[in-house]
């Protein structure tokens, strides 16, 4: 036990989007699950999904960079959520909407991104403001959805300290679509489909 030496690891050399504005298309939203959250010294477990966007911009070694957001998975009139799809859909989410959050995918959207550091000091990317599009971009179709369920069942596994070979089972959230949040019991008026935006 003497000679034991141990290094923290800041998890890799990720490579943050870069800062600016830019032409986007989302290639992937993830159901979370339930998540831990703490608002005002008061924890409790609230449904999360995490939308990813592909944007024309590149990494250093050419790959197609992905920024990613994460929300609380419902359409409240004052939830962050309701607020991103009315900025990027320009018109807002009404009152008894319903809004299947797979038909995302695919659209495309323009997208304000900053750098910020987290407590640790490390840079990451933020989506700060998100509008209609300038223009279509499609999907280069190197982002893999089911690898990114994998890595998050794998994450929560670790973090809760249940065996990796049970994170798929355990933790692999359902079809994006089950985290469609639940409507006010309101009747929902017909869907407006703006080709534009692409939902």
């Excluded at 600016?20 to 159901?31: A, E, K, R, T, Y």
């Excluded at 005002?40 to 939308?51: A, N, T």
């Excluded at 992905?66 to 419902?74: D, E, P, R, W």
């Amino acid at each position: 036990m003497n000679n034991m030496v141990l290094q923290c690891n800041e998890g890799g050399n990720f490579e943050p989007h870069p800062e600016g504005i830019h032409p986007s298309v989302c290639v992937g939203v993830l159901d979370l699950g339930l998540v831990e959250t703490e608002f005002q010294g008061v924890r409790s477990l609230k449904p999360k999904v995490k939308i990813t966007f592909e944007s024309e911009a590149k990494t250093s070694d050419g790959k197609p960079c992905t920024v990613s957001k994460s929300f609380t998975a419902s359409l409240h009139p004052k939830s962050n959520l309701s607020a991103f799809i009315g900025k990027w859909r320009g018109r807002p989410v009404l009152p008894g909407e319903t809004i299947g959050l797979d038909k995302l995918i695919g659209a495309s959207c323009t997208l304000v991104i900053s750098h910020q550091k987290n407590l640790s000091g490390k840079t990451y990317a933020s989506i700060d403001a998100i509008s209609k599009p300038t223009r279509k971009v499609t999907p280069s179709g190197t982002y893999d959805p089911e690898a990114a369920r994998q890595r998050y069942a794998d994450w929560k596994a670790k973090k809760s300290g249940a065996p990796a070979a049970h994170a798929p089972q355990a933790a692999a959230p359902a079809p994006s679509k089950s985290a469609t949040p639940t409507p006010a019991p309101a009747a929902a008026p017909a869907a407006e489909y703006d080709p534009e935006v692409g939902f």
